[in-house]
T-cell receptor
Framework: EDKVVQSPLSLVVHEGDTVTLNCSYEVTNFRSLLWYKQEKKAPTFLFMLTSSGIEKKSGRLSSILDKKELFSILNITATQTGDSAVYLCAVDNYGQNFVFGPGTRLSVLP | EADIYQTPRYLVIGTGKKITLECSQTMGHDKMYWYQQDPGMELHLIHYSYGVNSTEKGDLSSESTVSRIRTEHFPLTLESARPSHTSQYLC???????????FGPGTRLTVL
């Protein structure tokens, strides 16, 4: 059965801290891994990763994929209160459907 | 920017009513999805479609049904709503090849 696991499930930090969110997966036909940020409503897209070892960056956020070890990390540096959200990891199993992890709830305190 | 729409955004109804949640997208995507998400909980796939006249049940058992008569439209129907159906329903779509899922704004359903 296809599965995506995220850790930690919940994380509380202070502004300025750096956090690393983890996502590991077991899927039969991997095509891509995606990270989303969900605040109150629908998830918003952050990154899509298809190749191992190539870091994607967007401002203070970055992510990398390891297809050999079947995991990805999402890094957020110099966190701000606006980074507080649930971060979702999902895997596209070659167009069958997207398998979502349970999410990591990040709370950034001022 | 993604062009995927859901209506209504909020719905409060009584037990036993039949309801249809609408989802439409203007991106020409073949694949569409319905997710159910309780507050603070993870997303659960309840239905998906690869194209017109193609629908499949997702991982979470649901009493809802879906139809896909047109590419752009993927409505979800509850024949007889119950309080246990109270949840947020998110619609998403994705294109061919390697692509992200685009999410609609969601419908928050409350069944009294």
């Amino acid at each position: 059965e296809d599965k995506v696991v995220q850790s930690p499930l919940s994380l509380v930090v202070h502004e300025g801290d750096t956090v690393t969110l983890n996502c590991s997966y077991e899927v039969t036909n991997f095509r891509s891994l995606l990270w989303y940020k969900q605040e109150k409503k629908a998830p918003t897209f952050l990154f899509m990763l298809t190749s191992s070892g190539i870091e994607k960056k967007s401002g203070r956020l970055s992510s990398i994929l390891d297809k050999k070890e079947l995991f990805s990390i999402l890094n957020i540096t110099a966190t701000q209160t606006g980074d507080s959200a649930v971060y979702l990891c999902a895997v596209d199993n070659y167009g069958q459907n997207f398998v979502f992890g349970p999410g990591t709830r990040l709370s950034v305190l001022p | 920017e993604a062009d995927i729409y859901q209506t209504p955004r909020y719905l409060v109804i009584g037990t036993g009513k039949k309801i249809t949640l609408e989802c439409s997208q203007t991106m020409g995507h073949d694949k569409m999805y319905w997710y159910q998400q309780d507050p603070g909980m993870e997303l659960h796939l309840i239905h998906y479609s690869y194209g017109v006249n193609s629908t499949e049940k997702g991982d979470l058992s649901s009493e809802s049904t879906v139809s896909r008569i047109r590419t752009e439209h993927f409505p979800l129907t509850l024949e007889s709503a119950r309080p246990s159906h109270t949840s947020q329903y998110l619609c998403a779509s994705s294109g061919a090849g390697v692509d992200t899922q685009y999410f609609g704004p969601g419908t928050r359903l409350t069944v009294l």
